[in-house]
C-alpha cells in the first residue's frame, strides 16, 4: 500500500511514475511501457516514455502534456523479469528485442545495462533499438557497442538544417551532430537503419537527399510511412497516403536510387510465432483494482489475472476495486470501461 501511496505523490508532483517491482503493476497490457507481443519472434521493450524532442508529425504526441499528463519509467530488473516471463508464455519463440517507445529510448537512464542484460537472455540473438540520436555522444555508442546492441534505427527526416529543427519541433537539434553520429555509428560494431517518415509535399527531395547519404555511408534506410492516430501530432499540410501508394513510392525511389527500400520480416529475421494467451475476451466483466494513472487524460490502469488494463473515462482512486468491461484486447494490450 505504501507503494502506492508513492506512485500517486510522484504522479502528482513530477509527472513522472516510476514502475518497480514493490508496485507490482503488470508489465503486459498497456501499450505506453512494458513488452507487446504482436506475435512475432520479435518482442517490442518499452523502458520509459520519456522523450527530448517534439515533433511535429509524432505519432505518439510525445511531450504534449495536454494529451499525456504523465510520463512512466521502469525499474531495469522488473523489467528484465516481465520480459522473460513473456518469452516463457510465447514458449521461447523469441529470437529478438526491439527497445522502441512512445518516447525516445536513449532517455532511459540504464539503456546500456538493458541491452546487455536481454542480450544475456537465452534465445536472444538481435538487439536493436529505435533513437532520434540526439543523446548519442561517441561515449554512448561504445558503451551501446560493448552492452551487445545490433542495430540503431535511427530517424532523420532531412539533410536541411533549419527543417530538421522544424520537424524535430526543437532548436537544440543539431544535424551536424546527427551526421557525425551516424558516421560513428558505422564505424562501430553496430549496425545502422535510417528510418525517415516520408511527409509527402514536405520531405520529398530530402527523402531522395537521405537515401544518397545511406548510399554514401554504406547503410540500410528504411522509409516510414506517415501514419494518422486519433490523438497524433497532425501537420496541417500533409495527408496521410494509404500503402498501395506509399510502396508505389518507395518502388519508384528504388529504381531512381538503384538501392533497396522495400524490407520486410525477412529482411530483419523476424519470424511468425505463438502469441501470449489472453486472460481476458471481449465483453467480458472483470473485477480489477485501480494501481496508477493512465497515459491520457482521464484513464486510470486497473490490474487483474496478472495484466494491467487502461479504464477510459475513469478518475477513480488508486487502490479502488471496480468492474470493468473489457473492449479491446488486440496483442494482448487490453482497454476497458468502467460498468
Ligand atoms: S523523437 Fe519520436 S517520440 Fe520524440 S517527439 Fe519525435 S517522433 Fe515523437
Redesign the pocket.
Known sequence: MRELHVIKEEAKFKGLIKINKESQIPLIGIIQVGVIDRGSSLLQVRASTV?????T???????SFDIHPYNYEVELNYLVDWIKEVIRLKDNQVNQINID????PTAYPKIAELIKEVKKIKGIEIVTMQS?GTLLTKEKIKSLEEAGLDRINL?VHSLKEEQSKEL??SQNYNLTKILETCKLIRESKIELNLTPVYLPKVNDEQISALIEFAKEIKCQISIQKYELYKYSRKMKKVKEQNWYKFYKKLEELEKKHNYKLKLGPTDFKIQRSKKIPLVFQREEIITAEIVMPGWMKNEMIAKAKNRSITVVECNKEIGKRIRIKILETKDSIYLGKEV
Open positions: 522523450c527530448n524532442m517534439k515533433c508529425f509524432c505519432s505518439t504526441a510525445a511531450n517507445s512512445v518516447g525516445e532520434n530517424s524535430f519541433g
